[in-house]
């Protein structure tokens, strides 16, 4: 894949994952059937099902959410008079849905394991956290864009990525009570509504779609995601 830029001027970031609720229903049912075909040895009870299935759906829009702001698109940010860089080396982000840090830290601890959500906090990319907290000139606490995080036409740097969360084909495997594999089909971006309205099975073409596992896990009575997954 090409390397590409988004615009940093996005006002807001559209999750559009309405669908996700029913395909993660549907797409159950047949994770259900498929124990037995593959010969898994676990069956969940009806109660952990629902629950394994309730969590799934709320962690999927979670991972899908922080991956573009931290890797994808970026947070609208107000630009230095001038166009100078900041002093401070942080742009001071403007976003109606995220105004502190903590707002950041919330999104991402509340879907991720301990471990995961301080990698993504502080070095997702490999080069230190892409926001942090910032302190504007009347001592009000904000978050700040990494000046390292934009290029030179103010555009935040993002990765190159070519596939649609807007309807994902998803599929769980439960291993434990505490343990349930989440099998994830990403249609490409230029045929993502038309994969989602044709509503094709899992033989899709390689080339048109992208396959992602990712493993939600419970401990102290809350389900969490070990790792981001793109």
């Known amino acids: ?60 829009k979670n991972n899908c959410e922080v991956f573009r702001v931290f890797m994808q698109y970026g947070l609208a940010y107000e630009p230095e008079p001038y166009n100078n860089l900041p002093e401070d080396k942080l742009y001071s982000v403007k976003s109606d849905k995220y105004t502190t840090m903590a707002d950041l830290e ?24 892409v926001f942090s907290e910032e302190t504007n000139y ?16 103010g555009r935040f740097k993002g990765i190159a990525y070519d596939y649609s969360w807007t309807s994902p084909r998803v599929l769980l495997k439960p291993r434990s009570n505490t343990e349930c594999l989440i099998e994830i089909e990403l249609a490409k971006e230029a045929t993502a509504a038309e994969s989602s309205k044709e509503e094709s099975t899992s033989d899709s073409n390689s080339g048109d779609s992208i396959k992602l596992t990712a493993t939600m896990t419970k401990a102290n009575g809350k389900w969490l995601l070990e790792k981001l997954t793109y």
């Open 1 to 60: 894949m090409t390397k590409k830029n988004t615009a940093a001027t996005i006002v807001t970031i559209i999750v559009a994952l309405l669908a996700i609720s029913a395909t993660l229903f549907l797409l159950y049912k047949m994770s259900q059937e498929q124990t037995q075909e593959n010969d898994y040895v676990y069956v969940p009870s009806e109660e952990i099902n629902n629950e394994m299935n309730d969590n799934a759906v709320i962690l999927i």
């Open 106 to 129: 919330k999104l991402v601890k509340s879907t991720f394991v301990e471990k995961e959500a301080e990698r993504i906090l502080t070095n997702v990319n490999g080069n230190g956290p």
């Open 138 to 153: 009347s001592g009000e606490k904000g978050i700040g864009l990494a000046m390292e995080m934009v290029d030179k036409d």
